[in-house]
């Protein structure tokens, strides 16, 4: 469970360190995502997470709200699958998984209402 505590640490500290330099990008948003390569709904999740939801956000960056979690492909090689929890979690499937172990996974995920 300490992995876990460890895992929502790092990606605070990186979403903090991700939502001043977008502030000094003068960029908007989606343009700021877009050229780091970061999912716009997990970005203003954790804007959000993050100021308490006092943000500076213009009408046309607001997202639609949606009932899907977001699947993305990473830049990265080194995950095959990238999954946005309605937590505001990011889980990473590494390239190999067996379906029963993906299947479990996501089976608890689905009871702890986190999909």
């Given at each position: 469970?300490?992995?876990?505590?460890?895992?929502?640490?790092?990606?605070?500290?990186?979403?903090?360190?991700?939502?001043?330099?977008?502030?000094?990008?003068?960029?908007?948003?989606r343009?700021?995502?877009?050229?780091?390569?970061?999912?716009?709904?997990?970005?203003?999740?954790?804007?959000?997470?993050?100021?308490?939801?006092?943000?500076?956000?213009?009408?046309?960056?607001?997202?639609?709200?949606?009932?899907?979690?977001?699947?993305?492909?990473?830049?990265?090689?080194?995950?095959?699958?990238?999954?946005?929890?309605?937590?505001?979690?990011?889980?990473?499937i590494?390239?190999?998984?067996?379906?029963?172990?993906f299947?479990?996974?996501?089976?608890?995920?689905?009871?702890?209402?986190?999909?």
């Open positions: 469970m300490g992995r876990v505590r460890e895992c929502v640490g790092d990606q605070e500290q990186f979403w903090r360190m991700a939502l001043e330099t977008w502030q000094a990008s003068g960029l908007s948003v343009q700021f995502c877009s050229n780091e390569g970061l999912s716009e709904p997990s970005f203003y999740i954790w804007r959000k997470k993050l100021t308490g939801g006092d943000t500076q956000q213009d009408s046309h960056d607001k997202p639609e709200p949606s009932a899907f979690i977001e699947v993305s492909m990473p830049k990265s090689d080194h995950f095959a699958i990238e999954l946005l929890l309605t937590s505001g979690n990011t889980m990473r590494h390239p190999g998984i067996d379906s029963a172990t299947g479990t996974v996501v089976s608890v995920l689905h009871q702890a209402g986190l999909c």
